[in-house]
Structure formats: structure tokens, C-alpha cells
């Protein structure tokens, strides 16, 4: 009786957790666009206005992605009571992309020292030795991580 109890109550959770990050995916999809729109709608518009909101679009759309990602992990849990690993290598890598977007979009708007530059190249590599180790791990576990 408990080990139902307790299987119902974790599938509950679950589909809690599920639909808050749709809610979730939802409310930040919509404020993206209006963010975007507010942005380029402006009275005085400048190119590095638009460009800044164009950047910040995609920004806000891979974590969209990310959040689709993370609810996509918890349908497959609660479709197959298993948890996969790929779901989580997509998530790394779509979210190190995203910080190598913000770092661009920061080092294109603000005037930057030498040091802040030497700092945001070191956060740069990290990012992108971050994807290149997570696709390597991608093509490595191949099978093992199919759906």
C-alpha cells in the first residue's frame, strides 16, 4: 500500500512540476515578444538598440528552449518511469549557446576595460569547451542515451 501511495504521490509531483514549467515556458515565451516588441517600438530607435533586442530575443528563446527541454525530461519520467541523460546534455549545451549570446551582446553594448575583456574571453572558452565536451559526450554515449 505505501509503495502505491508513494508511486501516486511522485507521479502527483510530478505532473505539479510538469505543468509549472509550462506555465512557466508560457509566461516567458510571451514576455520575450512583448520585451522585444517594447524595445524596438521605441521613439528613438538606434541599430545598437535593435541589435541588443534581437540578441536578447534569441537569449530569451533558448531559455524558453531550456525550460521545454527540462518539462520534456519530466514526460518522459512520467511516461516511462525512467530519466533519460540526453535531455540534460541538450540542456548544458543550449545554455552554455545562451551565455556565449549574453557575453556577444554585452561585449557589443558596454565599452569594456582590458580586464573585463580578458575576463569575458576566459568566460567565452569556458562556454565554448563547455558544448564541445557535451557533444563529445553526445556522440560517445550515442545509442546509450536514445530515447
Not at 545598437?48 to 518539462?71: C, G, H, N, P, R
Not at 512520467?78 to 546534455?89: D, E, G, I, M
Not at 553594448?109 to 557535451?134: D, H, K, P, R, T
Request: hydrophobic content about 55%; proline content about 2%; overall charge neutral.
Amino acid at each position: 500500500i505505501c509503495r502505491q501511495v508513494l508511486d501516486q504521490g511522485d507521479s502527483l509531483i510530478y505532473a505539479i512540476v510538469g505543468i509549472c514549467f509550462f506555465l512557466g515556458a508560457i509566461f516567458t515565451l510571451g514576455y520575450s515578444f512583448w520585451d522585444f516588441g517594447s524595445s524596438v517600438l521605441q521613439p528613438n530607435l538606434t541599430p545598437q538598440t535593435v541589435a541588443v533586442a534581437i540578441i536578447k530575443l534569441i537569449s530569451d528563446l533558448l531559455l524558453v528552449l531550456i525550460i521545454m527541454e527540462v518539462l520534456g525530461t519530466v514526460i518522459h519520467y512520467l511516461k516511462a518511469r525512467a530519466t533519460s541523460l540526453r535531455p540534460f546534455l541538450f540542456i548544458g549545451i543550449v545554455s552554455a549557446t545562451r551565455g556565449i549570446l549574453s557575453i556577444g551582446a554585452r561585449l557589443s553594448v558596454e565599452q569594456v576595460n582590458v580586464a573585463g575583456f580578458n575576463s569575458a574571453m576566459i568566460e567565452l572558452g569556458v562556454s565554448a569547451a563547455v558544448i564541445l565536451a557535451l557533444g563529445i559526450t553526445l556522440k560517445l554515449l550515442g545509442r546509450l542515451v536514445e530515447d
